[in-house]
């Protein structure tokens, strides 16, 4: 895919980019961005052959200006790009992506700036770039994200047939330099009340006079009977989705307006506007071109950008950026508020503080009526292990917690920290007793994008290329096999909830073997044990005798990946290694009723709900359960992250170790592994 530029640039090819203004220096990620799009930042007095960076129109863009003037040095502005962050620059946000710009500003109407250019003549008809524009506009509605995205997208919002006027902050340079000024605010609502007599009017505040960082123009001296400010922190897309008529000067808003389908009404000059998708009141007479609403998204958000991704420290495709900005604005709206955390084992607390508690610390409470209570006068939701879960754990919202499907370079029971987590509000994954979110996910699958799936397929590739699984242990040399038809059974943890909530009628290790040999007695049937049973960390144990009576080998302490390569079926009760099959190519028979069961591509002996009606392709369901479903963590950089992330981490061994407490805590787990029996629930 492409992208503005790849990794920096060698030092000796950086070009000299002067500047007069103290953010270019201070701020980490603007400074990055700029090294990496091939400039070396400078202070002094710039030559002729030299650049000097200012940043768009702001109080000192005229050093930068002055100083080109007397020198001959050529000008670069800076501005964000239009997907920026979670919360707004000021407070203290870094930005996603930068406007790099020879000839302008995007906002500056009175000449042509680098996006007004490639509006006006580039051909912007080649078919894939066009299809990349619709998909990311599908994703962002879909991700309900903007330039900013402090919001929730399930707030409530006002009864819908409204008219919308859009506000802006008083003073913004792209205000004065979009032909717009303070008492065009006014006219603009005198004419949205005009026009629409009768209509409810909301003044919808910016995002950062909502947060206390500047005024705006419309005050409470503006309300009416049919006329009131609006500051609730709504999704845009859904606020614009009630409305009836957009009313705009030059906000960012009124290109999302379009993109949701309005002809905004425009009184500014605002980049978007002049290419026969608004109605204009103060046309670019310039601006001759009709333009779709695809063309008009491909120039400003794939072409024109420089996107950075942080976990690779590199330049990146708006899909990149537009992976990343996802994953951060739904940890945020998962996780700002806080969470009371409940049936949370000592040693996954710290791990989970990093992950949940990065906006507020998580408040740990194991007794399920007090955890209930604190949530509950905190106004926090709730995160409970899956598995501790009771019937007094009644908070709304509730987040039942399991590790997810790329975990870790090691095993849970040996307190590995993970790197991917599930977080189920309707159920939970292993459960086919009840609804599950990941269920839900996979059964509206149809409706992925044409990104999503190919995300999916190079998601897949990464895999198997690099034999990742969920904990990545195990020996990658498998021994000689006999030949014939071949077939793995993946041993189990027998007491696992997934077991003891979906293993239908063969519940245990042993009985699993005895049915696959006695409905392929003519197959050669390799056993590998579970690893956490392998460790005598869990129960499940076969004794080598009963094994032997049944399968051909037993192969332990193998990386299971490599085993897969090696065999035609797979045949389990609920394991994971059935979907990671799949994934691979196999035929999978699932004796009882695992997620990845009852959608069509598996041979399903066990029972199935009748819930599961859809028949996603392989490609759907890897994306409800690897993309859609975990939430990831980067141990680097300790932030949430897309899933390629963690699995490029986990492919280079780019993660921490447990720590020698972690190893001691986890021997003396092993030691008591065979009294499990006296506490663990049955």
């Known amino acids: ?232 922190a709504v999704s845009p897309w859904a606020l614009l989705e009630g409305a009836v008529a957009v009313y705009v000067v030059s906000s960012q808003l009124g290109f999302e307006a379009l993109l949701a389908g309005h002809r905004p009404r425009v009184f500014g000059q605002p980049f978007y506007g002049g290419w026969g998708l608004t109605q204009d009141e103060n046309p670019v007479p310039r601006r001759e071109r009709r333009l779709t609403r695809a063309q008009l998204f491909a120039a400003a958000m794939i072409l024109a950008p420089t996107w950075y991704d942080p976990f690779h420290d590199r330049l990146c495709s708006f899909e990149d950026a537009l992976a990343i900005l996802e994953a951060e604005v739904f940890a945020w709206r998962r996780d700002h508020a806080g969470h009371v955390a409940s049936g949370m084992r000592l040693w996954k607390r710290q791990p989970l503080q990093k992950i949940f508690g990065r906006h507020k610390p998580l408040v740990f409470e194991d007794d399920p ?64 007793t009840r609804a599950s979110r990941l269920e839900r996910l996979i059964g509206e699958s149809a409706s992925l994008t044409p990104s999503d799936l190919q995300r999916s397929r190079r998601f897949i590739a990464m895999l198997l290329s690099t034999n990742l699984s969920k904990y990545n242990i195990g020996t990658t040399t498998v021994p000689d096999l006999p030949d014939g038809p071949r077939i793995l059974v993946p041993g189990q943890v027998e007491d696992d909830a997934s077991i003891r909530l979906g293993g239908g009628a063969c519940r245990t290790n042993l009985e699993l073997l005895k049915t696959a040999r006695q409905m392929n007695p003519g197959a050669v049937i390799l056993y590998k044990p579970h690893p956490d049973v392998e460790a005598g960390l869990r129960a499940g144990t076969v004794s080598e005798a009963d094994a032997r009576a049944h399968a051909d080998l037993v192969i332990g302490r193998t990386d299971p990946m490599a085993l897969v390569a090696e065999v035609d079926d797979v045949w389990t009760m609920t394991s994971l290694l059935g979907f990671e099959a799949l994934l691979r190519g196999k035929s999978v028979v699932c004796l009882g009723a695992p997620f990845y069961a009852g959608w069509g591509l598996t041979r399903d002996l066990g029972p199935v709900t009748a819930r599961r009606r859809a028949r996603p392709t392989l490609e759907q369901l890897a994306h409800a359960v690897l993309i859609g479903y975990p939430l990831y963590h980067d141990p680097v950089t300790n932030a949430p992250c897309p899933p390629e992330v963690v699995a490029d981490r986990l492919a280079t061994g780019q993660i921490p170790r447990p720590g020698p407490f972690n190893r001691t805590l986890a021997k003396a787990q092993g030691v008591l592994a065979g009294y499990a029996h006296l506490w663990r629930r049955t």
């Open 1 to 232: 895919m492409a992208t503005r530029s790849d990794d920096a640039a060698g030092e000796t090819a950086l070009r000299r980019l002067f500047v007069y203004n103290t953010g270019f220096l201070t701020q980490r990620r603007l400074r990055r961005i700029l090294a990496l799009s091939g400039w070396a930042l400078r202070v002094g007095r710039p030559g002729p052959e030299d650049t000097i960076a200012v940043w768009g129109k702001s109080p000192t863009a005229h050093r930068g200006e002055a100083m080109a003037a007397r020198t001959g040095a050529a000008l670069l502005h800076v501005e964000d790009a239009f997907l920026r962050s979670v919360l707004p620059g000021r407070a203290g946000s870094p930005p996603l992506g930068l406007m790099l710009d020879r000839r302008g500003v995007h906002f500056d109407s009175s000449r042509p700036s680098d996006l007004e250019h490639l509006l006006a003549t580039h051909p912007l008809d080649d078919t894939a770039l066009l299809d990349r524009a619709r998909d990311g506009m599908a994703r962002l509605k879909r991700g309900h994200l903007s330039k900013y995205n402090a919001h929730d997208p399930a707030a409530p919002l006002p009864d819908p047939g409204y008219v919308l006027v859009i506000d802006q902050t008083r003073d913004d340079a792209s205000i004065r330099h979009a032909a717009g000024s303070a008492a065009l605010f006014d006219e603009m609502l005198a004419f949205a009340q005009i026009e629409h007599p009768g209509r409810k009017i909301l003044l919808k505040t910016h995002p950062e006079t909502q947060q206390g960082h500047r005024t705006g123009h419309f005050e409470a001296r503006h309300e009416d009977h049919r006329t009131t400010l609006f500051s609730d």
């Open 369 to 432: 009526l007090r955890a209930t209570t604190a949530a509950q006068n905190l106004g926090r939701p709730m995160l409970v292990w899956a598995g501790k879960e009771t019937s007094d754990h009644r908070a709304d919202p509730l987040f039942r917690l399991e590790d997810g499907f790329l975990r870790s370079r090691g095993l849970g029971a040996d307190l590995v920290p993970p790197l991917s987590l599930v977080a189920d509000d309707m159920g939970i994954y292993y459960d086919p």
